[in-house]
């Protein structure tokens, strides 16, 4: 079982930036393909960004595209999503996932889940 631990959120006025950052229980995120999805209340979750385990490829939701990006530190073993130009849509809770392809990411079929981590933009 790995545990996955998201930090970063907070209030931030719109047109601002964030940055979420997780970190594994074990030193293991370079084994999985990872990303990001939200959820915020009474909508349905919401694919954010993905990373393959080899930094190769990354992919994004419309929604974000162009103004978050998703990064790996293999040194530290941790992902990050830099999040620039937040718009009061973008607020919700933040999940880190991990799963075995980066496919599997914009579908929800993930092996792991952070407990989540709330960013809130006002407007």
């Known amino acids: 079982q790995v545990q996955l631990v998201e930090s970063g959120g907070g209030l931030v006025q719109a047109g601002g930036s964030l940055r979420l950052s997780c970190a594994a229980s074990k030193r293991t995120l370079s084994t999985y393909a990872m990303g990001w999805l939200r959820q915020a209340p009474g909508k349905e979750r919401e694919f954010v960004a993905a990373i393959t385990r080899s930094d190769f490829d990354t992919k994004y939701g419309d929604s974000v595209k162009g103004r978050f990006n998703i990064s790996r530190d293999s040194s530290r073993d941790t992902v990050t999503l830099q999040m620039t130009n937040l718009k009061p849509e973008d607020t919700a809770v933040y999940y880190c996932?991990?799963?075995?392809?980066?496919?599997?990411?914009?579908?929800?079929?993930?092996?792991?889940w952070g407990q989540g981590t709330q960013v809130t933009v006002s407007s």
């Open positions: 996932a991990a799963a075995m392809n980066i496919d599997r990411l914009p579908m929800g079929a993930v092996a792991f």
